[in-house]
Each structure stands twice: as structure tokens, then as C-alpha cells.
């Protein structure tokens, strides 16, 4: 039986979710392309062959004909288009973050407490990489010991001067270092510092985070949009008896004036392009066989990652370090 998928957000996940659909997920179609710019809705519908385009994402999940969505439009949506396809009973990917207010995220785990099973997958992909699960059987192989620290590294290319903010690149770019440091340590945050260096110009300067564990270790992250040289993303877990580092994948080398160089991502796309799809994979299967993919982030993590940022935000607005106190966790996420 083939899973009819409702695409939601035709944007730059959207389209690349589209393709995944329409072209690497045996047993699953592209029903539904919805945007609320119907244009662009039906640029990207026309490219993978949706069977229908749609402006309304609520009208879009009531659908007879959708057995299974998947939510790439902006941040602010994720929480209501959640709880839409929970009334709705369809099971949904939506994209990180699941809302950048824990309080939303609460509201989606009351509403699948409500409905005595989780509906919802977060799109944290990382835990889908082939470097962060060579890192995580390693560590869980006792390789290097007991975890002391993780250092992440996330850096992009540039952004325009003034449009973004320190608090900016905790809500938005640093979730997925919350969420790939939650997984692999298997623990919670308890605590975190922000700090930003001075720039000489008006763009946003590199936040430096240190966040403590419950298990006493401490993770930093660097999160630098302004990096001037491409997307980079890079981890080192740093244990007792040794250290594990991700490799940066490239599949060439240019030697020329005498000099070598590899290439960097200009975005994370090519970076994680395995990634998306293994995770688009498992969300089908959770669709069509019913288990909850044991590798996905879940509303609680959803609702861990947005506790870590705001958190972040408030400890870079004040210069100190802020206490993260979660909720105890649901049964229905144990
Ligand atoms: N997992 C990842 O690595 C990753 C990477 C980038 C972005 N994201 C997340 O994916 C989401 C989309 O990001 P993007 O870069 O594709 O954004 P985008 O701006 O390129 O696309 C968003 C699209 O959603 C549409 N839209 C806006 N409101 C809508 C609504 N109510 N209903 C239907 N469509 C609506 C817009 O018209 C636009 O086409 C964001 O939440 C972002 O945080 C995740």
C-alpha cells in the first residue's frame, strides 16, 4: 500500500522533503505540495510530481486522501500544524525546531498524552549521520571511556549585516548542537553560559556557550554565522581514554599552486543529504508499521532543545549563567 505524504512549506526543506518523497522513498507519494504561495507550491509540485497543490496546511491534514505529513514551513507553524495532525490522527515530520517557545512544545506532549501516543518526529537529523553514529556506537563501545566533554562546532558562510542576532543564532541555528549533545551523551542539560566576542563590523559575532550535564560533563558550542569560509559543522567527544572527532566528507582534493585544498559546504544540504533521507525513511516506516523510530527526536526533545535555547538567550541577555530545570518526563517519551 502506497503512504499518501501532504508536503508542507515549499520553500528550501520543503523542496528538498519533496524530492526525498517523490524520489527516494519507495512506498510513499507526493499527494499533497501545500505553500501558502501557491506559485511556489506548484514550482515545486510541477518538479516531483505531487498529485495536488494546496495553499491551506489545515485543510491540507483534514484530507481523506493524506496519510502522513510532513511540516517544512517556518519555525512558528510547527507547534500548531503539530496539533492539527494529532485531532487529525496522522502521524508528522516536522521540521526543527518543534517551536521556539517550551511552552508551545508542552502544549503538542499534552495533546499526544491526550491522544495516548506520539504522532510527532522531529526533523533533528544529525542523530541520522553517519559521523554523529560512528561517534555514538563508539562511545557506546566503550572506546574512549566515560564522555568528560563535547566540544560542536557550527558555522556558516555569512549573513547580512544587521538581519541577525546573537539570541538569533541560539534559537535558530544552535538547537541541533542541544539536541546532537542530549543524544550522545544521553543525559540532560542542566545549566548554560553565553558569551560573544566583539566584531569589528555590524555582523553577529560567534556566540561561545559552556552548558553542564546531570552527569557532570561540559559541552561547548560555537555557533558562528559569519564564518567567511562556508558551512562547517564539526564535534569532538572528548572521553577518559581518548577522543572521537567527526570527519568533514569530501570526495576530492584540488592540488594546484602549490598548495591542496578541499572543498567546503556552501549549506548544509549536500552536508546532510544522507541524513534527511534516512530520516524521511524511518519516518515512513513508523507510518506504515507503527513503531516509534528508535533513533528520532520526539516532542520531548522538542521541548528539551526550546528549555536549552531560551535558557541560552536569557544567559547571553544577562551576562550570566542561567539553571535549566525541566519538567519530569511523560511517560509516553520513556
Ligand atoms: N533540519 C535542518 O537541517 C533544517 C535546515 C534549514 C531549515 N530548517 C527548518 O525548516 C523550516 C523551513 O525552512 P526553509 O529554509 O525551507 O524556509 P523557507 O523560507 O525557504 O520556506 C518556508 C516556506 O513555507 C511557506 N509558508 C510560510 N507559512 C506557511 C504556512 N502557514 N503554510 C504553508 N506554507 C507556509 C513559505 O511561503 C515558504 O515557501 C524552518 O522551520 C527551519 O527552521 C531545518
Redesign the pocket.
Known amino acids: 500500500m502506497t503512504t499518501r505524504i501532504a508536503v ?8 528538498d522533503h519533496a524530492k526525498i518523497v517523490a524520489q527516494d522513498m519507495p512506498g510513499a507519494c507526493l499527494q499533497v505540495l ?4 501557491e506559485t ?1 507550491a506548484r514550482s515545486v509540485a510541477d518538479i516531483y510530481g505531487a498529485r495536488h497543490v494546496a ?1 491551506d ?1 489545515e485543510a491540507v491534514i483534514a484530507r481523506d486522501d493524506v496519510d502522513a505529513v510532513i511540516v ?4 512558528f ?2 507547534a500548531p ?1 503539530s496539533l492539527a495532525c494529532i485531532k487529525a490522527g496522522k502521524k508528522v515530520m516536522c ?3 518543534l517551536s521556539q517557545k517550551s511552552g508551545d512544545c508542552l502544549e503538542v506532549m499534552n495533546a499526544e498524552e491526550a491522544a495516548g501516543a506520539r504522532h510527532v518526529m522531529l ?3 544529525r542523530r541520522y549521520d553517519p559521523a554523529y553514529l560512528e561517534m555514538r556506537k563508539m562511545l557506546k563501545s566503550g572506546e574512549i571511556g566515560r564522555a568528560l566533554m563535547m566540544h560542536n562546532w557550527h558555522r556558516n558562510g555569512d549573513t547580512p549585516a544587521g538581519d541577525f542576532t546573537g539570541a538569533m543564532a541560539i534559537t ?1 541555528s544552535a538547537p ?1 548542537e542541544f539536541d546532537i549533545l542530549r543524544y550522545m551523551l544521553d543525559t540532560e542539560a542542566t545549566a548554560i553560559t553565553a558569551r560573544q566576542p566583539k566584531r569589528s563590523d555590524s555582523k553577529v559575532a560567534p556566540v561561545v556557550m559552556v552548558i553542564e550535564t546531570a552527569d557532570d560533563q561540559i559541552v561547548t558550542v560555537e555557533v558562528n554565522n559569519n564564518a567567511a569560509y562556508g558551512y562547517d559543522v564539526k564535534a569532538e567527544l572528548v572521553g577518559e581514554q581518548g577522543s572521537i572527532a567527526t570527519n568533514h566528507a569530501a570526495y576530492t582534493r584540488l592540488d594546484k599552486a602549490m598548495s591542496k585544498s578541499v572543498r567546503h559546504d556552501p549549506d ?1 544540504r549536500d552536508r ?1 543529504a544522507e541524513a ?1 533521507r534516512t530520516q524521511d525513511r524511518a519516518f515512513l516506516a513508523w507510518v506504515q508499521r507503527g513503531y516509534y523510530p528508535e533513533l528520532a527526536s520526539s516532542s520531548w526533545d522538542g521541548y528539551a532543545a526550546a528549555m536549552i535555547a531560551e535558557a541560552g538567550v536569557r544567559a547571553l541577555g544577562a551576562g550570566a549563567r542561567q539553571e535549566i530545570t525541566f519538567i519530569a518526563k511523560p511517560e509516553i517519551y520513556k
Open positions: 508542507i512549506g515549499a520553500g528550501i526543506m520543503g523542496a501545500c505553500d501558502m504561495d511556489r495553499t496546511p517544512a514551513s517556518p519555525d507553524t510547527h500544524l521540521e526543527k525546531p526533523g533533528f537529523m535558530n541541533h548544509w546532510y534527511y
